[in-house]
């Protein structure tokens, strides 16, 4: 059971444009959502992450959008660079319910993003 | 550098041989995690150690895998008889402690069984 779902798979967009990468979870307890940047060889990068206390976190070129209800979460990377392109992951784990689940967290599979120059 | 670091960052080893990686977190993290991450997938849980204590370990850990974190400070992860299907990049993270969410990755350590 894939408790986290992410799309698309991969997304190519040009300098300057709007990334959008789409995740959705099932897992009701999950209260904290980071996304983390992945380039080739190296370990993810925890670029922002959001508490459900709000709808919208926004951190330089970066956004998160938060829909509770319908239990769906967004990264937006706004005038996108070649430098961004990379894997992004979105996460969740249960922190306020925890039920002793020390914070690990459910990755999605993962976005390939290509920003063409 | 004061992130995480593991070691080493790339292993190639025959089937039925053991392995063993460590990995160091941030200074003054006592939360420390094990993923693994397969080709083209997220990373997955493994196990999770709070100072020298392991608290949590996943079905994906078989009896081949243990980890320890003597002392509260570095960790090992160790591979018994591995396998084929053990090739995959092993993440460390750490996290600070109580109440502080962010998890820092290492850069990994990548195994290939041949």
């Known amino acids: 059971q894939q408790q986290v779902k992410q799309s698309p798979q991969s997304l190519i967009v040009q300098k300057g444009g709007i990334s959008i990468i789409n995740c959705a979870y099932e897992?009701?307890?999950?209260?904290?959502f980071p996304w983390y940047q992945q380039f080739p060889g190296k370990g993810p990068a925890l670029l922002i992450a959001i508490r459900p206390d709000v709808s919208e976190k926004k951190e330089g070129r970066f956004t998160i959008s938060f829909n509770k209800s319908a239990k769906q979460f967004s990264l937006h990377i706004m005038d996108s660079q070649p430098g961004d392109s990379a894997t992004y992951f979105c996460?969740?784990?249960?922190?306020?319910?925890?039920?002793?689940?020390?914070?690990?967290?459910?990755f999605g599979k993962g976005t390939l993003l290509t920003v063409n120059p | 550098d004061t992130g995480v670091s593991q070691n080493p960052r790339h292993k190639i080893t025959k089937r039925g041989q053991n392995v063993t990686f460590r990995c160091d977190p941030i200074?003054?993290?006592?939360?420390l995690y094990w993923y693994r991450q397969t080709l083209g997938q997220g990373p997955e849980f493994l196990t999770y150690f709070q100072n020298e204590a392991q608290l949590e370990k996943s079905r994906l850990l078989s009896d081949r895998f243990s980890a320890e974190r003597p002392k509260g400070s570095f960790s090992t992860l160790e591979i018994q008889r591995t396998e084929q299907g053990d090739s995959a990049m092993y993440l460390c993270a750490s996290r600070p402690g109580q109440g502080q969410l962010e998890q820092y990755f290492g850069p990994g350590t990548r195994l290939t069984v041949t």
């Open positions: 996460a969740a784990t249960p922190v306020t319910n925890s039920g002793g689940s020390n914070y690990k967290l459910t």
């Open positions: 897992n009701t307890a999950f209260d904290y």
């Open positions: 200074s003054e993290h006592n939360r």
